[in-house]
């Protein structure tokens, strides 16, 4: 059974950085890198929306807001994504989830306050 598990998150200030993991068990690493690997978040009474993608071949997308600051990575031998966010903003706050084929892990939450 593939699960994922979030790591990282926690109380930063405006401006501030914080690097999240997400580790897939479940799987092994060869079937893991076929796979586009994905971050979303969901902040107070919002829907859960897509910041950044990964592709099997490393290629990199995210939404604007976020460009620029957040950097997505994988290393497919320790079946693991990081997103390292950098010049954190207020409305970075949210609940952030990795996915990976369909599967979502339970989130780590991230709070931008000064």
């Known amino acids: 059974q593939v699960q994922l598990v979030e790591s990282g998150g926690g109380l930063v200030q405006p401006g501030g950085s914080l690097r999240l993991s997400c580790k897939v068990s479940?799987?092994?690493?060869?079937?893991?890198?076929?796979?586009?690997m994905n971050w979303y978040r969901q902040a107070p009474g919002k829907q859960r929306e897509f910041i950044a993608s990964?592709?099997?071949?490393?290629?990199?997308d995210y939404i604007d807001s976020v460009k620029g600051r957040f950097t997505i990575s994988r290393l497919n031998t320790e079946r693991t994504m990081d997103l390292q966010m950098d010049s954190l903003q207020l409305d970075d706050t949210a609940v952030y989830f990795c996915?990976?084929?369909?599967?979502w892990g339970q989130g780590t939450q991230v709070t931008v306050s000064s």
């Open positions: 996915n990976y084929n369909d599967v």
């Open positions: 990964i592709s099997k071949y490393g290629g990199t």
């Open positions: 479940g799987v092994m690493w060869r079937q893991f890198s076929t796979y586009d």
